[in-house]
C-alpha cells in the first residue's frame, strides 16, 4: 500500500495505490492525509481497510494529476550539509551539529508538476532528498524512540536558487521557499514497508544527465538522531515533513556551476520509494 493524493492543486483527494497496482479513491472513508489523519490513527484504519478488501472503493482515472502525497503541512524542517561530500562542495566548512532550516510551507508542490524559476532568479539549483513524515506529536523524543514516530517515506526535491540564499544576506529560507520550491512524491511509503531508510539509493538527473548518485547510509546524522535533534526545538506535530539532505552533485557544486533554466526536465528517485520529475519555467 501507497498513499496517494490526486486531483487539481490545492483541491486533491485521498487515495492509495496496492500492491497490485490498482489505483482506488479512499475519500468515502478519509477527508484527506493531514494533521488529524496522522494524530487519530489514520494510518493503522487505513491498513484495516485494505485488509477487509477495500469495500466500496471506486478506480482513479489512470490520467488524473498526482499531488503531494500528503496535504500541505504546518512546517517543512530540512537539514543542510548532511552528506560529507555535499557539505565539501558547499564550501563553508563541516557542521558538527545537524544544520537545521525551514522552508515555507506554500513551496508546496506535486510530484510532476513545473518548477517556476522565480522573477530574478539566475542560480535556481536541485537536491534530491529522503523526507519522512511525522506520525504523532513529538516534543524531546529520546533517539532509541525517534522512528516510532515516523508514519512514512518519500521523495523530495529541496530546490533552491542560490542568489537568494546565499548572497542576500540573512538565513536561507529566502532562497528555499519560492512557490513550487518543494515538490514532494509520488507517494508516501509507510515506515513499516521500508525496513532500512538508511539503506537505499538516491538520484538524480538533469536532461538525462546522471548529477547525483548517493546512498542514505552516507548521511552525516541519520534518521533516529535528527528526529531526536529536531524535537529538541520545536514540537513535531502529525503530517509535518523532514527533508533529510542531499548527497554530491548539485549545480552550485560543479566548476563552472551550472544552474537551472526554463526548459530542463529534472528527474530523481529513492530506491523502493518511487521517482519524480519536474520541468523548469519561467515565470509569467
Same mark, same amino acid.
Given at each position: 500500500?501507497?498513499?496517494?493524493?490526486?486531483?487539481?492543486?490545492?483541491?486533491?483527494?485521498?487515495?492509495?495505490?496496492?500492491?497490485?497496482?490498482?489505483?482506488?479513491?479512499?475519500?468515502?472513508?478519509? /477527508?484527506?492525509?493531514?494533521?488529524?489523519?496522522?494524530?487519530?490513527?489514520?494510518?493503522?484504519?487505513?491498513?484495516?481497510?485494505?485488509?477487509?478488501? #477495500?469495500?466500496?472503493?471506486?478506480?482513479? @482515472?489512470?490520467?488524473?494529476?498526482?499531488?503531494?502525497?500528503?496535504?500541505?503541512?504546518?512546517k517543512i524542517v530540512c537539514v543542510g550539509k548532511n552528506y560529507l561530500d555535499h557539505a565539501k562542495e558547499f564550501g563553508?566548512?563541516?557542521?558538527?551539529?545537524?544544520?537545521?532550516?525551514?522552508?515555507?510551507?506554500? #513551496?508546496?508542490?506535486?510530484? &510532476?508538476?513545473?518548477?517556476?524559476?522565480?522573477?530574478?532568479?539566475?542560480?535556481?539549483?536541485?537536491?534530491?532528498?529522503?523526507?519522512?513524515?511525522?506520525?504523532?506529536?513529538?516534543?524531546?523524543?529520546?533517539?532509541?524512540?525517534?522512528?516510532?514516530?515516523?508514519?512514512? &517515506?518519500?521523495?523530495?526535491?529541496?530546490?533552491?536558487?542560490?542568489?537568494?540564499?546565499?548572497?542576500?544576506?540573512?538565513?536561507?529560507?529566502?532562497?528555499?521557499?519560492?512557490? /513550487?520550491?518543494?515538490?514532494?512524491?509520488?507517494?508516501?511509503?509507510?515506515?513499516?514497508?521500508? @525496513?532500512?531508510?538508511?539503506?537505499?539509493?538516491?538520484?538524480?538527473?538533469?536532461?538525462?544527465?546522471?548529477?547525483?548518485?548517493?546512498? /542514505?547510509?552516507?548521511?552525516?546524522?541519520?534518521?533516529?538522531?535528527?528526529?531526536? &535533534?529536531?524535537?529538541?526545538?520545536?514540537?513535531?506535530?502529525?503530517?509535518?515533513?523532514?527533508? /533529510?539532505?542531499?548527497?554530491?552533485?548539485?549545480?552550485?557544486?560543479?566548476? @563552472?556551476?551550472?544552474?537551472?533554466?526554463?526548459?530542463? #526536465?529534472?528527474?530523481?528517485?529513492?530506491?523502493?520509494?518511487?521517482?519524480?520529475?519536474?520541468?523548469?519555467?519561467?515565470?509569467?
Amino acid at each position: 500500500m501507497k498513499l496517494i493524493r490526486y486531483g487539481e492543486p490545492g483541491r486533491e483527494e485521498p487515495g492509495i495505490i496496492l500492491d497490485d497496482g490498482r489505483r482506488l479513491d479512499v475519500g468515502g472513508q478519509f /477527508t484527506d492525509y493531514d494533521e488529524g489523519f496522522f494524530a487519530l490513527g489514520g494510518m493503522e484504519a487505513l491498513q484495516a481497510w485494505v485488509e477487509d478488501g #477495500c469495500p466500496d472503493a471506486e478506480e482513479i @482515472p489512470p490520467e488524473v494529476r498526482l499531488g503531494p502525497p500528503v496535504d500541505r503541512p504546518s512546517k517543512i524542517v530540512c537539514v543542510g550539509k548532511n552528506y560529507l561530500d555535499h557539505a565539501k562542495e558547499f564550501g563553508e566548512g563541516i557542521p558538527t551539529e545537524p544544520v537545521l532550516f525551514m522552508k515555507a510551507s506554500t #513551496c508546496w508542490s506535486g510530484p &510532476y508538476d513545473d518548477v517556476v524559476n522565480p522573477p530574478g532568479a539566475h542560480k535556481l539549483d536541485y537536491e534530491v532528498e529522503l523526507a519522512l513524515v511525522i506520525g504523532k506529536t513529538a516534543s524531546h523524543v529520546p533517539e532509541e524512540h525517534a522512528l516510532d514516530y515516523v508514519a512514512g &517515506y518519500s521523495v523530495f526535491c529541496d530546490y533552491s536558487e542560490r542568489a537568494f540564499q546565499k548572497e542576500m544576506g540573512g538565513q536561507w529560507m529566502k532562497g528555499k521557499s519560492c512557490d /513550487t520550491f518543494g515538490p514532494m512524491g509520488p507517494w508516501l511509503v509507510p515506515a513499516s514497508a521500508v @525496513p532500512d531508510p538508511q539503506g537505499l539509493r538516491l538520484w538524480c538527473k538533469v536532461n538525462g544527465e546522471l548529477r547525483q548518485n548517493g546512498w /542514505t547510509g552516507d548521511m552525516m546524522f541519520g534518521l533516529r538522531h535528527l528526529v531526536s &535533534y529536531i524535537s529538541r526545538f520545536m514540537t513535531l506535530l502529525p503530517g509535518d515533513v523532514i527533508a /533529510t539532505g542531499t548527497p554530491a552533485g548539485v549545480g552550485m557544486g560543479m566548476k @563552472p556551476p551550472r544552474y537551472l533554466a526554463p526548459g530542463d #526536465c529534472v528527474e530523481l528517485g529513492i530506491e523502493g520509494l518511487g521517482e519524480m520529475r519536474q520541468r523548469v519555467v519561467a515565470s509569467h
